[in-house]
């Protein structure tokens, strides 16, 4: 199972995320749950980088997969602030909308800091 875990700055920001584990929703190469996960999960930390022009700091299980996790750094500018934010918010409603119709293979949850 994928296990997401998103944690909230007080004021109710995503400052970071972790997705571990796998789906095994299928056979290797054709687990779908997976590839949505990684899709998702893989074009924000890509969007965070070249739209709000930020370099979060990032931990992946280069070699097994079924890790990754990233963390705003200090110091956004509002504009790369609210970028970061538009685009967390979306990873995180895309993965609960995957849970919806796959909860056997994904749990999210949200947690404060």
Do not use: W
């Amino acid at each position: 199972m994928i296990s997401g875990t998103f944690k909230r700055n007080e004021s109710g920001r995503i400052v970071s995320f972790e997705l571990s584990g796998h789906a095994q929703s299928g056979e290797y190469g054709h687990d779908i749950v997976c590839a949505a996960v990684s899709a998702l999960a893989i074009s924000t930390v890509n969007g965070i980088d070249a739209l709000a022009g930020t370099q979060p700091i990032i931990d992946a299980d280069e070699v097994e997969g079924g890790y990754l996790y990233m963390e705003l750094t200090e110091g956004l500018t509002q504009e790369q602030t609210n970028i970061t934010q538009i685009l967390l918010e979306n990873l995180l409603l895309g993965l609960q909308a995957i849970e919806e119709e796959n909860d056997q293979y994904i749990q999210t949850k949200t947690i404060k800091q």
